[in-house]
């Protein structure tokens, strides 16, 4: 496992952009995929994107896909990642967990055996 810090949400308006940034640590952490997740109130927790270990990949959910962008850095024993939200609109409200995951690919929360704290995003119309 390793640990995750997300870096605090924030309230924009609709059209607006965020960034939203992760730091991992750990021993191999660098063998891990890193994702975000979301869940608003009242609904279950949703896969929004990933990156695979190196970078070299990326998946998006259809909802997010052409506004969110997602990147990381890789040091000796750290990775942060990062979320780069443009166009956003109200329904992309929600908690952000970031997450990671030594499957690539893996849509599921349950694939997933390390996650951050959670930090709030508000998107006002």
């Known amino acids: 496992q390793v640990e995750l810090v997300e870096s605090d949400g924030g309230l924009a308006q609709a059209g607006g952009s965020l960034r939203l940034s992760c730091v991992a640590s750990?021993?191999?952490?660098?063998?891990?995929?890193m994702g975000w997740f979301r869940q608003a109130p009242g609904k279950e927790r949703e896969f929004v994107t990933s990156?695979?270990?190196?970078?070299?990949?990326?998946?998006?959910s259809d909802d997010v896909k052409g506004r969110f962008t997602i990147s990381r850095e890789n040091t000796m024993n750290a990775a942060t990642a990062y979320l780069e939200m443009t166009a956003l609109k109200p329904e992309d409200t929600a908690v952000y967990y970031c997450?990671?995951?030594?499957?690539?690919?893996?849509?599921?929360?349950?694939?997933?055996?390390?996650w951050g704290q959670g930090t709030q995003i508000t998107v006002s119309s």
């Open positions: 990156i695979k270990w190196d970078g070299s990949s990326t998946k998006y």
């Open positions: 750990g021993r191999y952490v660098r063998t891990y995929c």
């Open positions: 997450a990671a995951s030594k499957i690539w690919g893996a849509t599921a929360p349950s694939s997933y055996d390390s």
